[in-house]
DNA sequence: CGAAACGTTGATCGTCATCAATGACGGTGG
DNA sequence: CCACCGTCATTGATGACGATCAACGTTTCG
């Protein structure tokens, strides 16, 4: 459910793989805040230090859909960077967020000319896409039941930092929603008092 | 809906840029050919020269669910070999396909040696990770009528290679539910012989 | 001053009604 | 025979409304 890149908080925790890019900086940002808007142009992108991000599309009709939570080593604004286009997503700070900031520029540079690391953008990327994509699946062909028991068991612990809402918007449903499903499997299953 | 890479097939159409590569020849498949199989591990990658292939998951409960439409200049495989993982989905020739075949060895070496390659491979991962993120985003917080009405608008030519099989698999619904939504749009809208 | 009483607010749940999507079954037409 | 549709029943998810309860701050009274 939380997602993170060990392969990149390892790279970006030792400073001489990057002190030499002018651009890149620690940057803060409290709960609430966020790091990427939606609609804007990606000039930067992002690798979480430490803390938990949201990652979240408004729609049209109002309704939130959160694509997945970041924490340690993610990398974020990579796709819009990429393609040169506007965010479809928004990423907001949970927790308190520290991230390691790279102006575009310097994200290319690295691309090209830092050892080994394009394969690990490139494998931050795939990753990413096979979560999404698998998800994706379970979601549209599994009930609601199914998908948050699937949830709960991978991350009761976890799930105790977000809210209810979020958690809903996560798996595509109402707040009513999850509260029905989540007293219907109290009653069933082993996680009596769990969330 | 179907979707293309113009950057990757320019790139493999100049013979020049790949010939010095053992591994890498044209291979055929014919409509219900397997490209990919679902669990098997990743040994190599496909870029689509000519032809259609469909991308999906067959969940434990027997549903097929479509990620994608594959055509021209579409990467395939490059999930599993750049994470070392078994795929998670199975790609089918629709059409006749002819795909340029790269072994996993010269994928890597063209990442690392080939000039622009590995830019090339982020921007198609990037793409797909964007279009897959909205796609799911929109298809979980819009009704069918909604998600069919946008398709179609979009792309009611090229629908017509599909069976509505693979459109409702598309779509995460049941071959009746398509039927049904197409019926009363038929009444209401533009469209009225389309499909 | 301090404790009891009060009102406000937000989160949750019971209940009922509604809508969206599916399933079943039989019929029709190419 | 198969693809499609009419019909009806059913399940899954949502929406609306009111009741409840805990948290919190404010008021009131001894």
Redesign the pocket.
Known sequence: MIRTNNELLNFFSRRDNWKRYDTIQEKQFKPGQKLIVQGKEGRCVHIIKKGIAKCFVREENGKEFVQEFFSAGELLGEIEVLNNTCSFSAVMALTEVVTYYIGKDDFYSMMQSTGGFNLMVSRALATKLRDTAIRTSHQQTY???HNLNKLVQLSSKQAEMFS?KDIADYL????????????QMKGIDIFKEEM
């Open positions: 009930p609601i039941a209810k595509g449903i109402t707040l009513r929603s999850l509260n029905r499903t989540l007293k």
